[in-house]
Nanobody
Framework: QVQLVESGGGLVQAGGSLRLSCAAS????????MGWYRQAPGKQRELVAR???????NYADSVKGRFTISRDGAKKTMDLQMNSLKPEDTAVYYC?????????WGQGTQVTVSP
């Protein structure tokens, strides 16, 4: 059974930084794609950033230049460095791993950015 656990959320002022981490437990041989998603109140869940097994990345336009996604394949962990945070970044952030064809989600971590 694969489980994902996020950490690093919290409250920060606009312009500040946070680093989110996602760790996996369970029997995992390889991870295809890792990604961070977020969901703000009243809105649909949206992709924030994604990183493939080769290290290729893509970002939502709203976070380009401010957020950086990284992964450690050996440790099966993934991070999201968030800089220059804005109030509109406030949301619950979820990590997602795609292992072969199965999709796994973490439970989410709250990020709140005050004006």
């Amino acid at each position: 059974q694969v489980q994902l656990v996020e950490s690093g959320g919290g409250l920060v002022q606009a312009g500040g930084s946070l680093r989110l981490s996602c760790a996996a437990s369970g029997s995992i041989l390889s991870i295809n794609t890792m990604g961070w998603y977020r969901q703000a109140p009243g809105k649909q869940r949206e992709l924030v950033a994604r990183i493939g097994s080769t290290g290729s990345t893509n970002y939502a336009d709203s976070v380009k230049g401010r957020f950086t996604i990284s992964r450690d394949g050996a440790k099966k962990t993934m991070d999201l460095q968030m800089n220059s945070l804005k109030p509109e970044d406030t949301a619950v952030y979820y990590c997602q791993y795609i292992i072969y064809t199965r999709v796994y989600w973490g439970q989410g971590t709250q990020v709140t950015v005050s004006p």
